[in-house]
C-alpha cells in the first residue's frame, strides 16, 4: 500500500473522527545532518500540519490544512515538536505535543483552537506534572478525558524512575532497568482536568501483565515491554492500550477494563516495517476499525523521512487483534 501522504514527509499519525471526516495528526519529518543515535538527535521536526480525509474505502485525496502550529509559536520549546495528539470537548479542540523545554527536558503542552484542523493557539507553559514524549488522549463514554504519555531512551522516561517529579541526567539515553526479575518501566496516566489543560491527578505508572505470570512484563522483555507510542481505544467494552516496543520494532496492544489498566499483553498487531520506529493509531469510522502507522519506504529507508499508511484492522471470535504483515 502507498502512503496516504506523500508530497511531504510525515510520521507517528494520531487519527480521530471529528465531524464526519478523519483527520490526521502526525509529526513532520524534514531533511537533517544529524547523525542517527539512541537519543533520536535525527528527529528535528519543527511544526505540524493537519490532514483530513472523508473516506477511507475508497481513499478519498488526503487534504494538507497546512502549518497549524510552529516551534517558534511556543515560547518554552526549544526544539523537537515529536509525535502528537488532538481531543474535542466544551466545543474545542485540542493538539498535545512534546518538546524539549529551554533546559532540553521534554515537557507536553497544549494548544486550543476551534476547529479541528487548526490554527491552535499554545498555551504559554506546558502541562504542569507532565514529562516525556507521545501524548494520546482518550475521552470515555462518560465525558471524563485521559492523558498517556512516555518513551525510553531519548523520550526520558527512564530519567524518571525516582518519581514524577525527579529528573535523572545521568539515564538519559539507552539506561532503561534490566536484570533478571526486574520489571518494564511503564508508560504513565493521568485524568485531565474539564477544561483540558492540566493533569488533574498526579500521574499512575501503569503496569502491562504478562499472560502466563499475571504479573508485569520483565525488562528484558523486549518484544513485549513498553518502549513508546501509547495509544488508547475500546470496543465493546474493552480498552485496548497499544504501543510500540522499540528496538524490536513491533506494534503490541494489551487489554483490560479500566482506562487506567493494568492491561493484560494481548499479542502484535504489525509485525516491523522497514525504519527503526514504529508509531500508530487506531480509530474507528464507518463501521470499521483502522490502524494508521508509518515507514521509509518513499525514502527508500532514509529513518528520520517517514510516510504515513493505513490499513484495516481485523478481530478474531474471541476481540483478539490479528497480527498483520507490513506492507
Known amino acids: 500500500m502507498p502512503p496516504i501522504i506523500n508530497h511531504t514527509y510525515t510520521a507517528d499519525p494520531s487519527a480521530h473522527v471529528f465531524n464526519g471526516k478523519v483527520y490526521i495528526y502526525p509529526s513532520h519529518d524534514r531533511e537533517t545532518d544529524i547523525q542517527f543515535n539512541d537519543n533520536g538527535d535525527q528527529y528535528d521536526m519543527a511544526d505540524y500540519h493537519v490532514f483530513s480525509?472523508?473516506?477511507?474505502?475508497?481513499?478519498?485525496?488526503?487534504?494538507?490544512?497546512?502549518?497549524?502550529?510552529?516551534a517558534e509559536d511556543v515560547p518554552w520549546v526549544s526544539k523537537q515538536l515529536w509525535a502528537p495528539d488532538a481531543a474535542t470537548k466544551n466545543g474545542k479542540y485540542y493538539?498535545?505535543?512534546p518538546a524539549r523545554d529551554k533546559q532540553g527536558i521534554f515537557r507536553i503542552g497544549v494548544a486550543v483552537g476551534d476547529k479541528p484542523e487548526g490554527p491552535f493557539t499554545p498555551e504559554p507553559e506546558p502541562i504542569k506534572g507532565s514529562y516525556s514524549i507521545d501524548p494520546a488522549t482518550f475521552v470515555d463514554e462518560d465525558n471524563e478525558a485521559y492523558i498517556y504519555f512516555g518513551g525510553l531512551w531519548g523520550g526520558q522516561l527512564q530519567c524518571y524512575q525516582g518519581g514524577n517529579d525527579v529528573f535523572d541526567a545521568s539515564l538519559q539515553g539507552p539506561n532503561e532497568p534490566s536484570g533478571d526479575g526486574v520489571y518494564a518501566l511503564g508508560p504513565r496516566v493521568a485524568k485531565l482536568t474539564q477544561d483540558m489543560l492540566q493533569l488533574d491527578e498526579e500521574v499512575r505508572e501503569i503496569q502491562i501483565l504478562a499472560p502466563e505470570t499475571g504479573k508485569p512484563i520483565l525488562a528484558d522483555d523486549h518484544d513485549r515491554r513498553f518502549f513508546e507510542?501509547?495509544?488508547?481505544?475500546?470496543?465493546?467494552?474493552?480498552?485496548?492500550?497499544?504501543?510500540?516496543?522499540?528496538?524490536?520494532?513491533?506494534?503490541?496492544?494489551?487489554?483490560?477494563?479500566?482506562?487506567y489498566g493494568p492491561f493484560t499483553y494481548?499479542?502484535?498487531?504489525?509485525?516491523?516495517?522497514?525504519?527503526?520506529?514504529?508509531?500508530?493509531?487506531?480509530?474507528?469510522?464507518?463501521?470499521r476499525t483502522w490502524l494508521f502507522y508509518h515507514d521509509c519506504e518513499l525514502s527508500k529507508g532514509v529513518d528520520h523521512l517517514r510516510s504515513v499508511k493505513v490499513k484495516e484492522i481485523q478481530y478474531d471470535a474471541d476481540g483478539k487483534i490479528i497480527t498483520m504483515s507490513a506492507d
Open 95 to 97: 493538539l498535545y505535543f
Open 266 to 287: 494481548g499479542g502484535r498487531i504489525l509485525e516491523p516495517v522497514l525504519g527503526w520506529t514504529t508509531h500508530h493509531s487506531i480509530v474507528e469510522f464507518n463501521g
Open 229 to 259: 507510542a501509547a495509544w488508547l481505544h475500546k470496543k465493546d467494552g474493552v480498552y485496548y492500550f497499544s504501543y510500540s516496543t522499540g528496538d524490536t520494532h513491533f506494534l503490541a496492544y494489551a487489554t483490560g477494563t479500566s482506562p
Open 53 to 70: 480525509t472523508g473516506s477511507l474505502d475508497p481513499l478519498e485525496p488526503v487534504v494538507d490544512h497546512g502549518v497549524v502550529l510552529k
